[in-house]
């Protein structure tokens, strides 16, 4: 029953990231998948009392267009975890105003395109281990990153989300490698999770 729920969990993230909902709207919506989902990666003993993942305010000047550009090569990323290593290959490189991001693709079965970075608030106001753009293997599809012609990407890092690993310590993360760290402090999105086993 857990693949089952695992299953209905991606479906209504994917729902969710593809549905028409503000910021405002989006961020009440997880909240609630957060506190009810079976497959939440809330700790069961925080749901009660959840009320609401922390974020920075909207942030317009987090919202960018960046050029593209030919990227090669793969690299492999020990999870630490059940998926074991998980090969990536570069698809592309974005400039940014905030520094350089290589855009991921996961080579496995399906692949999906993946963006994690580490930027100036990780270990401060976000968690350490960096946040994710993008990763469309879970469902995050068409907010944090959209496609745009002539060789263009529209980021928006006000939906830069944590890992679950940095909500739950049951779970193992891919974390953002040294090519995607920025110096800049991006003050968008999701802020660090209180754990209580740190």
Known sequence: ?????????????????????????????????????????????????????????????A?????????????????GGPDGVVRYRRVAIADTPWGPLTLWWIEAYGGGLFVPLRDGTCGTAAYGGGRYLTDTVKGTFGRGLTVLPGGRVRLDANYLYNPSCA????????????????DVPILAGELDYPRRDY
């Open 1 to 61: 029953m857990d693949d089952l729920e695992l299953l209905d969990w991606r479906e209504r993230v994917a729902r969710l990231y593809l549905s028409d909902l503000d910021l405002t709207g989006f961020r009440a919506e997880r909240d609630e998948l957060f506190r009810r989902h079976p497959q939440s990666p809330l700790p069961v003993e925080d749901r009660a009392g959840f009320t609401g993942l922390r974020y920075h305010p909207p942030n317009p000047d």
């Open 63 to 79: 919202v960018v267009e960046a050029p593209l550009r030919p990227a090669s090569g793969t690299e492999s990323i020990d999870t």
């Open 167 to 182: 909500i739950n310590s049951s779970y193992a993360c891919p974390l953002a490698p040294p090519e995607n760290t920025v």
